[in-house]
């Protein structure tokens, strides 16, 4: 009989306690304990710590969040590395650490791993954009969330006769904008992979006006670029010393309301993507994510991931995640524009 330690780390993401189940679990027909960190990196630093049994995990499944909690903090950043974590491990008798984050935290789990600590990574984030896996838990519920919302937005712009500017999130990549767009029928999806051109977005819309639509969406991912003319935004940092991004959008729809004429708004969808249940298609890929680091723990595997293969659960080095950021492929992104004008 081993122990299992698991915390989630970094902003939350809708699917994470589907995947603790998913490790308590499996870990029990394993006769395997887990103790749950509490606040990621921070409770095993400071040794907040919690048994989880099968009680402490029902009625969990369908619920957003994270019942441990997560924080910013880093043993690298924070502390000193695995020596601020023995007492914690030593004290729970964790011969294996899951760590359910996204690209920072698996960086800090691989660390961890060339300390000598055992790690099994579970990548997370909804904006999809980890490599080594075809897709991360999460990210298909913020589609779900930002297409309901173009769906509502393009009744109201509609009835107005406006363009509305949906953002969402997604970072540097725009997987959520891209998707969401597609299933939303945005009549322009301008995400930061590949650059855009303000009057050509303006031209497009123009002639769709002209084909008798007189509104339109259009998605944009936060992270894109300002366009020509106006200054980068002033954006504050988080505690990893990336950007909060947010807002560009009020540029963008400033450019087009210049450009055509036509009465521009915004509507910036925010956290909403992150909070409340997840779909199902996400419950089950955690699901499966956590059974799986729970299976690779008692072979002693140590600085891999599970991750999507086709229709297989497998591990692959941590490595592979951190080495780049996944962006959206052309072939997808074209397909939206088939559908514009
Ligand atoms: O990485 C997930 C994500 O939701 C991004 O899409 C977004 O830019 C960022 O996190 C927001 O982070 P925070 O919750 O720290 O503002």
């Not at 009680?55 to 969990?60: C, D, E, K, N, S």
Request: aromatic share 4%; charged share 25%.
């Amino acid at each position: 009989m081993g122990v299992i330690g698991v915390l989630t780390a970094g902003g939350d993401c809708p699917g994470l306690n589907a995947v603790i189940r998913g490790v308590v679990g499996r870990a029990i027909e394993h006769d395997i304990e887990v103790v749950g960190i509490t606040n990621g990196w921070e409770g095993l630093i400071r040794d907040r710590t919690r048994r989880l049994d099968r009680q402490a995990v029902r009625g969990i499944l369908g619920r957003g969040g994270t019942i441990l909690g997560t924080s910013r903090m880093d043993p690298y950043v924070h502390g000193d590395g695995r020596a601020s974590c023995d007492a914690t491990l030593k004290r729970n008798g964790i011969d294996t650490l899951v760590v359910i984050g996204g690209d920072g935290t698996l960086r800090t789990a691989m660390r961890l791993a060339d300390e000598g600590v055992s790690v099994i990574g579970v990548p997370k984030t909804i904006d999809n954009d980890i490599a080594g896996t075809d897709i991360t838990f999460g990210f298909q519920t913020a589609v779900q969330i930002a297409t309901d919302a173009i769906d509502r937005l393009t009744t109201t712009a509609e009835a107005h006769n406006r363009v509305i500017i949906v953002e969402v999130m997604g970072r540097t990549k725009g997987w959520i904008a891209t998707e969401a767009g597609i299933a939303g029928g945005a009549d322009y999806i301008i995400i930061p992979e590949y650059p855009y051109d303000v009057e050509e977005v303006a031209a497009t819309l123009r002639k769709r006006h002209r084909n008798g639509h007189h509104y339109s969406i259009v998605v944009v991912a936060e992270g894109v670029e300002a366009p020509p003319g106006y200054a980068p935004l002033d954006l504050k940092k988080d505690a990893f010393g990336f950007d909060r991004l947010g807002g560009v959008s009020y540029q963008i729809a400033d450019a087009i309301e210049d450009l055509t004429t036509f009465e521009t708004r915004v509507s910036i969808l925010g956290h909403i993507q992150r909070g409340g249940t997840p779909v199902a298609s996400d419950r089950v890929l955690a699901s499966r994510l956590g059974v799986k680091a729970a299976d690779l723990a008692p072979a002693g595997a140590t600085n891999v991931m599970v991750a999507v293969r086709g229709p297989d659960i497998v591990a692959v080095p941590i490595e592979e995640a951190t080495s780049s950021i996944r962006g959206v492929p052309e072939e997808l992104y074209r397909t939206a524009a088939t559908f514009y004008g």
